[in-house]
Every structure is written in structure tokens, then in C-alpha cells.
């Protein structure tokens, strides 16, 4: 366990390994490499776990990453599942699931959001209390407070001009709203359990910026990629031209359209 202690050994080892089961799951189906995405996924996950099991917020950076992620893996995904069911529960042309599921999303998605606002409130674990782990834990607060506050009021307007009586999306949208905007302004006016307002203040004029470069980073190298791949599938060559049929091939299909006019005229 002492070699997992390496960030390059316990961080950026596993992640290759994410990335290489990644391109290996995504190859032709009759390559052999396919078949390794798999024990490879679940070495690199045995990895992660194994060096993020005993993070420490004034570790390295990658250990504090990696221990914010572990933190905000949970309410997260709470709020992610909650709401894709409360999206696709009821009449919907992709993927349709039961209607009665709508109001479990959207307790999902309050759960999630409640379960950041109690990590704001209780003491706050090692890994994301001291060192460059808090100001990583700090940073990612503001951005998904920012964010979620920003996409909530869009689609709670979008539900209001769309119409069609979705007063219940519409008033949980502004629920989403009105509680991530109590969240941000007490954490910038009074803090939170472990880190005053100063704290929160310095995070938000050094990090804001920098988190903001990395997400129109993220952005452009997004759409480089299907630019590439657009120019990929536009340079492609055409695809080989089919043979024509050959004779005894024409003899069958003549034979099977016979049998079956005649039959259709004898009825």
C-alpha cells in the first residue's frame, strides 16, 4: 500500500487505465482488446478506491482532487439520477418510464442538493478541512451552487413559457433556485462549519477564474474533438460499391415473386 502513497502510481495510473478501457470498449466488437476494457475498469477502480480510501486534504493535489471527488460522488449523482427519472418518467419518446416515478426524481434531486447543504453545516472530514483539499472542496461548492442556481432558473422559466400546466416542474425549478441561492449567500456572508466567509471569499476571487478557464478548456477541447471526428467521416472513403446479382440469385428472387403474385391473384 505504501507504493499507492505515489500520486503516479495511486492517481495518474489508474486514470491511463480508465482511458485505455475506454478506447478498448470502444473498438470493433470482433477485436480481441475488447474483451480487456473490462478487468482493466475494474483494476482501475480497485486502484482508486485503494489510494483514495485514507485521502488527506493537505496531501498532494491530486490526493485532494480525488478526495473531493469521492466527496461530492454521492450527492451528485442523487441529483444526476433525479433527474433523468423525473425527465423521462411519463409520456416521453425516448426511453418512457412510469409516470409515477416523476415525483421520486424530483425528491432525488432536493435530496441531493440538502445532502451539500448538510456537508456545509457538519464538520467537515480531513480531506476536505486543511490544506489545498479545502480550497478544491471550496471551489467546486461555488461552481455547482453558480450552476445550479443559473440551469434551474432557465428551465423553470422554460416550463412557465412552454405551458401545458407544468406548474409542478415550474415551482420545484424555483425551489431548486431559491435553495442553492440561500446556500451560496450564507456561505458568502456567515461561512460554513470549518471555513469562514473570509475563507470563501479568497477561494472565489483566486479560484472562480481559473475553474472558469478550465471549463471553456474542457469546451474547446470538446468540440475540437467532433470537429476531428467530422473532418474523419467527411475525408472517409466511399463505401465499396455492391456486386449485382448473380444469375441463379436473379433466378431465386424471380421464382419467390412469382410464387407470391400468384398467390395474392388467387386470393
Not at 13 to 29: H, K, M, N, S, V
Not at 196 to 223: K, N, P, R, S, Y
Amino acid at each position: 500500500m505504501s507504493s499507492l502513497a505515489d500520486p503516479w502510481i495511486g492517481f495518474w495510473l489508474p486514470l491511463a487505465l480508465l482511458c485505455l478501457a475506454t478506447g478498448f470498449w470502444l473498438t470493433d466488437r470482433k477485436d480481441s482488446r475488447k474483451r480487456l476494457s473490462g478487468p482493466i475498469f475494474f483494476v482501475s477502480v480497485v486502484l482508486i478506491v485503494a489510494f483514495g480510501s485514507k485521502t488527506r486534504g493537505g496531501d498532494s493535489s491530486e490526493t485532494a482532487l480525488l478526495a473531493v471527488l469521492l466527496h461530492m460522488l454521492g450527492p451528485v449523482a442523487l441529483m444526476a439520477i433525479g433527474s433523468l427519472v423525473a425527465t423521462f418518467s411519463g409520456p416521453s419518446p425516448v426511453g418512457p418510464l412510469p409516470r409515477g416515478l416523476r415525483p421520486l426524481g424530483f425528491l432525488m434531486a432536493m435530496g441531493g442538493l440538502f445532502w451539500i447543504g448538510w456537508m456545509l453545516i457538519s464538520e467537515p472530514p480531513d480531506a476536505i478541512a486543511n490544506g489545498i483539499g479545502e480550497t478544491i472542496w471550496g471551489a467546486w461548492v461555488e461552481v455547482f451552487l453558480s450552476i445550479l442556481i443559473l440551469i434551474a432558473t432557465l428551465a423553470g422559466s422554460f416550463c412557465v413559457m412552454m405551458g401545458d400546466e407544468r406548474h409542478k416542474e415550474a415551482l420545484t425549478l424555483a425551489g431548486l433556485t431559491i435553495a442553492g441561492g440561500v446556500m451560496f449567500n450564507e456561505i458568502m456572508h456567515n461561512g460554513s462549519e470549518g471555513l469562514l466567509a473570509a475563507g470563501w471569499h479568497q477561494i472565489h476571487w483566486e479560484e472562480m477564474m481559473f475553474l472558469i478557464g478550465g471549463l471553456l478548456g474542457t469546451l474547446t477541447a470538446v468540440l475540437a474533438f467532433i470537429a476531428l471526428v467530422y473532418m474523419a467521416e467527411k475525408r472517409a472513403p466511399d463505401p465499396d460499391v455492391i456486386a449485382p446479382l448473380s444469375e441463379e440469385e436473379k433466378a431465386v428472387v424471380d421464382a419467390v415473386l412469382r410464387l407470391h403474385l400468384e398467390v395474392e391473384e388467387s386470393e
